[in-house]
Nanobody, 119 residues
Framework: QVHVVESGGGLVQPGGSLRLSCAAS????????MGWYRQAPGKERELVAT???????NYLDSVKGRFTISRDNAKNTVYLQMNSLKPEDTAVYYC?????????????WGQGTQVTVSS
């Protein structure tokens, strides 16, 4: 069984910062591509950022230069540092662990954490 658990959401004013954390089962973390997705009310879930086991990163265009994804394999944790937040960043943010091969191959999702950007 693979577990993925997010934390760190909340309410922040425009221009503020938040850091999201996601812990995943230790047995898969080091070889998983980790990612953050978000879903705003009435919209489809969208990819925000991913980081491979080789530390290659990819970002949604609208968050480039403001968000940074990183991982700490020793702690089985991935982070999303969000700066210069905008109201349009308001959404439920989901952590994803993707395993491409092996017995645990598949997508694993956390329960989501709410991020609200509002004055």
């Amino acid at each position: 069984q693979v577990h993925v658990v997010e934390s760190g959401g909340g309410l922040v004013q425009p221009g503020g910062s938040l850091r999201l954390s996601c812990a995943a089962s230790g047995s898969i973390f080091s070889r998983a591509r980790m990612g953050w997705y978000r879903q705003a009310p009435g919209k489809e879930r969208e990819l925000v950022a991913t980081i491979t086991s080789g530390i290659n990163t990819n970002y949604l265009d609208s968050v480039k230069g403001r968000f940074t994804i990183s991982r700490d394999n020793a702690k089985n944790t991935v982070y999303l540092q969000m700066n210069s937040l905008k109201p349009e960043d308001t959404a439920v943010y989901y952590c994803n662990a993707y395993i491409g091969v092996g017995l645990l191959m598949g997508d694993y999702w956390g329960q989501g954490t709410q991020v609200t950007v509002s004055s």
